[in-house]
């Protein structure tokens, strides 16, 4: 199944993902784990909870760039002007 997804709605997207089987998914730029991998895997546990409308709102004052990375920017200009006491 070769569908052009960058021309497609999100509505489309989602429709045709739900409705493609496990044998249509292309896994071949995806690597196979191998135990070597796996040995050296770690957890990695960096979440933060953060509210939907203030995601909303960075996704919509994004302008072209990723809005995680217009957040990272905004905590880290914070950060910088903060005066330690």
Request: no cysteine.
């Given at each position: 199944?070769s569908?052009?997804?960058?021309?497609?709605?999100?509505e489309?997207?989602?429709?045709?993902?739900?409705e493609?089987?496990?044998?249509?998914?292309?896994?071949?730029?995806?690597?196979?784990?191998?135990?070597?991998?796996?040995?050296?895997?770690?957890?990695?546990?960096?979440?933060?909870?953060?509210?939907?409308?203030?995601?909303?709102?960075?996704?919509?004052?994004?302008?072209?760039?990723?809005?995680?990375?217009?957040?990272?920017?905004?905590?880290?200009?914070?950060?910088?002007?903060?005066?330690?006491?």
């Amino acid at each position: 199944m070769s569908k052009d997804f960058s021309k497609m709605s999100k509505e489309e997207r989602q429709k045709a993902l739900f409705e493609m089987s496990d044998e249509d998914i292309d896994f071949s730029d995806i690597p196979e784990l191998d135990e070597t991998f796996l040995e050296n895997a770690k957890r990695v546990e960096n979440t933060i909870v953060v509210k939907d409308d203030v995601i909303n709102w960075f996704k919509n004052h994004a302008k072209g760039k990723n809005y995680k990375v217009l957040i990272n920017d905004v905590l880290e200009n914070y950060i910088e002007h903060q005066v330690e006491s």
